[in-house]
């Protein structure tokens, strides 16, 4: 059963397992022996192959050099304290799997924590054995040749358990890892070998506690962490000694670093406000005039203290980034032109689950109710004007809305932020509608009332008295007219007189038809007995009258002296509405 790989393969392939195993290449000047040392006491062991038996009493094989214990490798071959090793000799023909496991079990058996006791030396041998020649039986016995017992059953599992692990990296539910700022990472191995391995890490703080490891985020950054796994207990290899007639020995040492790793990265955690319009529910307006540029917030963490104060200047959403975790308040300080003020304050929480928040944060435009209360009529007499219809544009001159009064000449309506012109659209017949008038919201608090009066379209009638016959003004020379209303068929009060000028103004005259008489003439002027019919309508609302009056002429009187012939005045009785003296309106 001698090997027939060469030194350079045995070499090259335990390169590739978990524990490194040095071949141990000895000149003649320098080579080794090994000799079998101390017996252990009360502790026998059988080995039965083919059947046959080999039976003997457990004790220590050493290496004479310096008394380290060493384990046969090959469990049928002698043993010769006079045998050499020299190099570049064949060795067994073993596997990279049993290699990997009888050096771990040398590692992990006599010698290691708590494997002190001399039975520990002899459990670890079985067990190469038992790896190295899984075509044999070997078992501890009661007595040198006897009973077949079990008495390191735990032990034997133990060793096993350690060599089983040994090559178990720390598990968690992932490689990378994101936290917040401020968070801690909390880790548990569910391999459970995280006690085996030391911690490294270049920027985070750690606590660790059996297979729980706690990573402390204190700055924004990336590293790896590191766990290793190394020996401390050698600082030399393993080494397999090998002769081509005798026992081929190893001598334990160490394994080679075990390493895993996982990445975390610590990111700072943010806040994007999205501002928008509460009834578009985008960043644009509801109404033309109003902005959301402009608003501005106020970010507060857990102890209450200012940290931002943030300012929309486009329509962009602002992002205030490198927070750490915990809860913050964002309350709205002024709106943007046009909009209310949001006094709801916005409550965030950000963790680990959720390093970044967007906050949509709604404003309503500012509205504010509108009453225009509509009369007619006159100053003294004022009347409610239902069905009147106002149209209401905005600055562009683009109609808004229609809006009409009631029975109660009232009519109410909102308008959202901004200036508008209105428009009366209809009237009464024969009124005026009002001058159009311009309604401005600007806060979101005052009620606007306004009162509209509508005048009577009313017409006037100027008159000028003229000589008939130098067609000249009749000046310093009052006449008295009076004006019958053919609509209502009733006279008009006043009795109206022209001015020095020989001018008269009748003004606030209502649409319809008149007759216009003279019931006084100008002083040694005849009376002017015409009656004028005149209409005013909305396309002649001024009328212009010349009334002429013929100057009266003295006779002089042939039989005695020039006789003047007088001239009796003739005038209108208002009570008894007629002329009096009537006879001398006409005559001489």
């Given amino acids: 059963m001698k090997k027939s790989l060469l030194i350079f393969t045995l070499i090259t392939t335990l390169l590739t397992i978990g524990i490194t195993l040095s071949i141990k290449n000895v000149q003649a000047t320098t080579t080794e022996q090994f000799h079998e040392a101390e017996y252990i006491p009360n502790i026998w062991v059988n080995k039965e192959k083919a059947g046959k038996i080999r039976y003997q009493q457990a004790r220590f094989l050493r290496r004479t050099s310096d008394n380290q214990f060493s384990y046969c490798i090959e469990p049928w071959e002698i043993i010769s304290s006079d045998a050499l090793y020299p190099d570049k000799i064949d060795i067994n023909q073993l596997d990279d799997y049993t290699l990997n496991q009888i050096a771990l079990i040398a590692y992990y058996g006599y010698g290691y924590k708590g494997h002190t006791h001399e039975k520990w030396y002899y459990i670890t041998q079985l067990m190469i054995w038992e790896q190295v020649d899984k075509t044999a039986n070997f078992y501890f016995t009661d007595k040198l040749n006897g009973n077949k017992i079990s008495p390191f059953d735990f032990e034997i599992y133990e060793i096993n358990e350690l060599v089983q692990k040994h090559s178990l990296k720390p598990s968690f539910d992932q490689n990378n890892y994101t936290i917040l700022l401020g968070e801690n990472l909390n880790l548990v191995d569910t391999n459970r070998v995280l006690p085996s391995y030391i911690t490294k890490t270049d920027i985070f703080s750690y606590t660790q506690s059996g297979d729980n490891i706690t990573i402390e985020s204190s700055a924004i950054g990336k590293s790896d962490i590191t766990f290793l796994k190394k020996d401390n207990i050698y600082n030399y290899p393993p080494i397999i000694y090998r002769s081509s007639t005798n026992q081929d020995f190893l001598t334990v040492g160490s394994y080679k670093d075990i390493t895993a790793k996982i990445t975390v990265e610590v990111i700072g955690g943010s806040i994007e406000l999205n501002k928008i319009d509460a009834l578009t529910k985008t960043k644009t307006p509801s109404c033309k005039e109003a902005s959301l540029i402009g608003s501005t917030f106020e970010i507060f963490n857990e102890q209450n203290t200012l940290i931002a104060h943030i300012y929309i200047n486009d329509n962009t959403n602002p992002i205030i980034a490198g927070l750490t975790a915990g809860t ?38 500012i509205e504010k109710d509108i009453t225009i209360e509509k009369y007619y009529g006159t100053t003294d007499n004022w009347l409610v004007e239902p069905n009147i219809t106002f149209s209401i544009y905005d600055q562009d001159e683009v109609l808004v809305k229609e809006v009409t009064t009631s029975d109660t000449g009232k009519v109410s309506f909102t308008l959202m932020y901004g200036t508008y012109i209105v428009k009366q659209k209809n009237s009464l017949p024969n009124y005026q509608k009002v001058a159009d008038f311009t309604i401005t919201v600007s806060n979101q608090t005052d009620t606007l009332l306004y009162k509209k009066y509508n005048q009577e379209i009313t017409g006037t009638i100027e008159i000028n008295k003229i000589d008939y016959a130098t067609n000249l003004p ?51 002027y005849y009376i002017n007995n015409e009656e004028y019919l005149i209409t005013i309508d909305l396309n002649h609302l001024l009328i212009n009258l010349e009334i002429k009056n013929e100057r009266i002429i003295y006779i002089p009187n042939t039989n005695t002296t020039m006789k003047i012939i007088a001239k009796v005045d003739c005038y209108f009785d208002k009570k008894k509405m007629d002329y009096i003296n009537s006879s001398n309106c006409t005559n001489m």
């Fill in 474 to 524: 009749i000046t310093n020379n009052p006449a008295l007219f009076k004006i019958f209303d053919l609509t209502t068929n009733n006279w008009l009060e006043k009795i109206y007189s022209t001015d020095n000028n020989g001018h008269l103004v009748i003004n606030n005259l209502s649409v319809g038809k008149y007759k216009i008489i003279e019931v006084k003439s100008p002083l040694e």
């Fill in 328 to 365: 913050y308040k964002i309350q709205e300080i002024s709106a943007g032109p046009g909009y209310q003020l949001n006094k709801s304050a916005k409550y965030i929480t950000l963790e680990n689950t959720k390093p970044h928040a967007l906050v949509t944060i709604e404003n309503k435009v």
